[in-house]
C-alpha cells in the first residue's frame, strides 16, 4: 500500500518571533522544543487529515539567514543552532537571497511546497507561518489535492515603550483547508498532556511551574467560590 506523505514546512522567520516572544516577554520563559513541536504538529495531522493508509513524514525549517558557511559566520550560536533544528529530524534551508540587515521569510518554502505538491511527494501539507508572503500557497497546492493545515500564532507584548502586535495574515488563514491557533494550544498547558507541554524545551521548568500554579489557583477558585 502507498504511504500517505505529509510534508511539515516551517518558516524560520515566523518560528525566531515566537521563539523570542515565549523566551523574553511571555511567563514561560521558555524557548520552544522544535522536536516537541514536530511531534505535536505530527499527531495533530493525523487527527486533522485522518488518513487511511501508512504514514510517511518529513519536516523542514527554512531559515531566515543565509547559509553560515558561505559566509564564515561559524560562530558557536548559529552553529549550534543549526544542529538543534537537525536534531529534532528537520531539513535546513538557508535563504539564498538574504540581504545583510533585512529579515523577512525564506521564501524557498513556497517553491519547495509547489514542486513537492505537483510531483505528488506530499499529499497534505502542515505549515507553520504567521505571514502573508504565503497566502497563495493553499490555492496553489489545492490545484494537486494537497489540503494545508495551518499553524498559525497571534500575540502581543510591550517592547521600547511600545506594544508590539503579531498576528496570522488573515487571506492566508481564510485560504487554507485547516486552521489553528497555537497561541491558544500553549496557553491551556496541563502536566496531563505531555506533548503539548513538550513543544518548550523540558530543561526549562519555568513553563511547569506556571503550569503548576494555575492549576493550583483553579482548586483554590473552585473550593471557595
Known amino acids: 500500500m502507498e504511504n500517505y ?12 518571533k515566537v521563539n523570542e516572544y515565549y523566551r523574553f516577554f511571555h511567563p514561560y520563559k521558555s524557548r520552544i522544543d522544535f522536536r516537541g513541536l514536530k ?8 487527527q486533522v487529515f485522518k488518513p487511511k493508509k501508512n504514514v510517511s513524514w518529513e519536516s523542514h525549517y527554512y531559515h531566515p539567514y543565509q547559509d553560515p558557511k558561505k559566509r564564515a559566520w561559524h560562530s558557536p550560536g548559529i552553529m549550534r ?11 535546513v534551508h538557508y535563504c539564498e537571497n538574504y540581504k545583510d540587515g533585512l529579515t523577512t521569510p525564506n521564501m524557498s518554502l513556497m517553491e519547495d511546497a509547489v514542486v513537492f505538491s505537483t510531483y505528488h511527494r506530499v499529499n497534505a501539507v ?66 496531563a498532556d505531555p506533548l503539548r507541554m513538550g513543544i518548550f524545551q523540558n ?12 492549576e493550583t489557583d483553579k482548586l483554590i477558585f473552585k473550593r471557595f467560590s
Open 39 to 46: 511531534n505535536w504538529a505530527k499527531f495533530e495531522a493525523l
Open 203 to 214: 530543561d526549562r521548568f519555568l513553563v511547569r511551574n506556571f503550569v503548576r500554579r494555575q
Open 126 to 191: 502542515v505549515l507553520l507561518t504567521t505571514q502573508g508572503q504565503f497566502s497563495t500557497l493553499p490555492e496553489r497546492i489545492k490545484a494537486y489535492n494537497v489540503p494545508v493545515l495551518l499553524l498559525g500564532w497571534n500575540f502581543s507584548y510591550p517592547k521600547d515603550s511600545q506594544w508590539v502586535y503579531w498576528k496570522t495574515d488573515m487571506r492566508l488563514r481564510e485560504n487554507s483547508a485547516y486552521y489553528i491557533a497555537m497561541d491558544r494550544v500553549v496557553a491551556n498547558l496541563n502536566a
Open 5 to 16: 506523505h505529509i510534508g511539515f514546512f516551517v518558516d524560520g522567520f515566523t518560528l525566531k
Open 81 to 91: 543552532f543549526e544542529q538543534q533544528i537537525l536534531d529534532a529530524g528537520m531539513q
